[in-house]
């Protein structure tokens, strides 16, 4: 069955499959109402880019029936409010959503700086076809057509972005994690991950205005 993949805004995506909609990770760079009118959130780990509290109440009050699967760092601040449509998971859960079958990898974000203490993170593998990894570089072991690239954050650089790419060698890649690059930026990091840059093992990488659709 046929996927629609549409961008939002940093690293939210919005995935929609048989009439349901699953989104992943409306955090506070992602426009307000990016997750209102989903069947399913994911969210990957705490940091504000990938969880706003705001905006998972409104896609939960805007439907009764919508759930949320997250880690527990996420989950215990919003189960209170939202009780039996809240679910933990961590790395090997598989579950269902939105009629998405989906699967948990990865443990911990990627490290800014020693100093700094690393939180938990998970990269979900949604129909064994999209792989959103959150902000870790998490290969999920198991081919992959569609991987969400964060292509710009404090803890990654464009080296480690196209290893990445080619550990995983997904069929197309598209950017995320990228709210921070300028629109000089962008044709820099363009040029690297594309054809005429180092090469990223025969994936086809692309970038997404935020609103912009893709069928996969």
């Known amino acids: 069955m046929t996927i629609k993949l ?5 690293a939210c995506i919005r995935l929609e499959k048989g009439g ?5 990770d409306p955090g506070a760079f992602t426009e307000e109402d990016a997750a209102v009118g989903a069947d399913a959130v994911l969210v990957t780990h705490e940091h504000l880019d990938h969880f706003d509290a705001g905006r998972l109440r409104a896609a939960l009050e805007a439907n009764p029936a ?3 699967w997250t880690l527990r760092s996420v989950a215990e601040q919003v189960s209170a409010a939202f009780p039996g449509r809240v679910h933990t998971v961590g790395e090997g859960d598989a579950f269902t959503a939105a009629g998405f079958d989906i699967q948990v990898h990865g443990q911990l ?4 700086h020693p100093d700094i203490p690393r939180v938990t993170n998970v990269g979900y593998l949604l129909d064994g076809s999209v792989f959103h990894p959150g902000d870790a570089l998490t ?14 954050a ?3 650089k ?4 196209i290893d990445y790419i080619r550990e995983v060698k997904p069929r197309r890649a598209y950017d995320i994690h990228d709210a921070l690059l300028t629109d000089l930026a962008r044709p820099v990091y363009d040029r690297m991950l594309g054809p005429d840059g180092p090469g990223v093992a025969g994936a086809g ?3 997404l205005a935020p609103g912009h659709s893709v069928e996969l």
Do not use: F
Not at 109 to 112: G, K, N, P, R, W
Not at 139 to 152: A, E, F, N, S
């Open 158 to 161: 464009v080296s480690e972005v």
């Open 6 to 10: 549409t961008k939002y805004g940093h």
């Open 139 to 152: 290969v999920p072991g198991q081919p992959v057509d569609t991987l969400m690239v964060p292509v710009m």
């Open 154 to 156: 404090p803890w990654n």
């Open 205 to 207: 990488h692309a970038r």
């Open 109 to 112: 974000h990627a490290v800014i």
């Open 20 to 24: 349901r909609t699953l989104v992943i």
């Open 66 to 68: 919508a759930e949320l």
